[in-house]
Structure formats: structure tokens, C-alpha cells
């Protein structure tokens, strides 16, 4: 017997679950943190559009529905999630009813991204953080770009032919790396970028070109350090021994 297809992840908008915990959002980010948001006009009305911002926490959706709450129009957001980080219990029960799907960013579904394109052809907003996972760095750091967004950005716009999709940076800042009682945020949304400026380039330097513009737009300093590294870091730790790579001869300098 042949095993069964893997399911695809579908994202579900549970209206009345948002509208009852809205009195809760609003009190929690007012009291909680304080939370700057810049330039919330930015933000697209309507329209297909990919909102791309740094991944510092966990609480970055909760800052990005902060920001639409002060833009030109509300709207639902769709969210492409880590697959760990779609938790189980009662927080995977809401995140996956607030419109987060999982995708396994080292083996990308095709079912996952053929409901991303669903999405964006629908004319829905969709989140893509482009880091790929949470990395708590300082401000102003980005970590490299998983070229997916620039991918999906330019197969979409193929599909929407005339139609603009557009994606916007948000810079996500905080004031400590693990939020605290009145820790400070800022939302910075950045100038869209028009998928459609870069769709007459050969699709590799395509690729290339708009994964450079968009990391550009998310930090001013390029931070590769692997995770581990970066995590021990904001915890106050020595970062742990990396592996030295084997020399010419085959030998390991750290032995």
C-alpha cells in the first residue's frame, strides 16, 4: 500500500476569535510594552502584498497587528510560520486559528507554497519572515536572506500578470533581547518594494537582486553567526566552541 500524501497546510482566519481577543491585545500592548510604530501609511490598503519583517521574538505578530491597527485600513494577515514554531497546546490552538501555516524551511512543501500563491493571488497579505527563524540580534543587524521571499515574490508576480504585488520591509526593533515589563518596540515600516521592477531581469540575477534590495532595507549590518552563537550571545553566555574546518591537508587545527 502506497503511504499517504503529506497534508497540506491550509491557514484558517477564525473572525470571532480575533474580535474576542482584540480587548486583550489592545490592553497588553498598551500596559505591557511601549510600542512605537513609523510610518503605518506605508502599508497597502488593498492588494496583494507580502509583508517581510526581521523575526526577533515571538511577539513580532502581535507588534505587526499593532501597526495595521494605525494604517489606512485594517487588515487580516496570513502568516508563513516555522514549523517549530507552530507550537502544540493551547498556543499552537490560536496561532494556527489566527492565520499561521507551517512550512519546513530546510524542505520546503510544495504544498505550502502553492497556498502562498492562493494568497497573494487572492489579493490577501500575506507575512514571510525572510531571516527564516527567530534571531535575537542588536538593532540594526539583519541575519542573511533565505532567497524563498525574492522566489515566491517573482513566481507570483508571473501569475498576477498586470496586477503589482509589492512587498514591505518592517524593521521589528526592541530594547531587550527577552521582552520584559515595559520593554520598548518599534515597528518601522520601510518604503515597498515593486516585485514588478525586477520581473524583466534573468530569473537567478532576479533572485539575487531583489534578496539584496530587501536585506538592505531590513538592517545596515549583516550578521552571519550561527544561531547558536547568536543565542548563547543575547542570554549573556559565552558562545559555544564551533568545530574548526579541516585544513588542506586534512587536518583539524583545533586538535
Known amino acids: 500500500m502506497s503511504a499517504a500524501a503529506p497534508e497540506t497546510p491550509r491557514s484558517h482566519v477564525s473572525r470571532w476569535l480575533i ?9 497588553l500592548v498598551r500596559t505591557y510594552f511601549r510600542v512605537r510604530v513609523l510610518h503605518p501609511e506605508r502599508l497597502p490598503s488593498e492588494g496583494p502584498v507580502i509583508l517581510a519583517p526581521t523575526h526577533r521574538t515571538r511577539w513580532d505578530t502581535i507588534m505587526l497587528y499593532e501597526a495595521l ?10 502568516f508563513l510560520t516555522s514549523h517549530d514554531e507552530v507550537a502544540r497546546g493551547v498556543q499552537g490552538w490560536f496561532i494556527r486559528r489566527l492565520g499561521a501555516f507551517p512550512i519546513n524551511t530546510a524542505r520546503p512543501t510544495p504544498g505550502a507554497l502553492k497556498h502562498c500563491r492562493e494568497i497573494l493571488q ?18 540594526g543587524e539583519v541575519h542573511p536572506l533565505k532567497p524563498g521571499t ?14 503589482p504585488l509589492t512587498i514591505v520591509p518592517i524593521r521589528l526593533t526592541y530594547s531587550d533581547r527577552f521582552l520584559r515589563y515595559r520593554s520598548r518596540a518599534e515597528v518601522e515600516i520601510l518604503p515597498p518594494i515593486r516585485v514588478a521592477d525586477y520581473a524583466e531581469l534573468p530569473r537567478k540575477e532576479a533572485i539575487a537582486a531583489l534578496t539584496a534590495d530587501l ?7 549583516v550578521n552571519d553567526a550561527p544561531r547558536p552563537v547568536i543565542d548563547a550571545i543575547a542570554r549573556g553566555e559565552a558562545p559555544p566552541a564551533m568545530a574548526a574546518a579541516p585544513a588542506a591537508d586534512g587536518r583539524n587545527d583545533a586538535a
Open 19 to 27: 474580535w474576542a481577543v482584540w480587548p486583550i491585545h489592545w490592553v
Open 69 to 78: 491597527c494605525r494604517a489606512p485600513k485594517f487588515r487580516i494577515l496570513r
Open 122 to 139: 487572492s489579493g490577501q497579505a500575506l507575512v514571510i519572515f525572510p531571516e527564516g527563524n527567530i534571531f535575537r540580534l542588536a538593532p
Open 150 to 163: 525574492a522566489w515566491l515574490s517573482l513566481l507570483v508576480q508571473n501569475d498576477l500578470g498586470e496586477e
Open 215 to 221: 536585506q538592505r532595507a531590513l538592517g545596515d549590518r
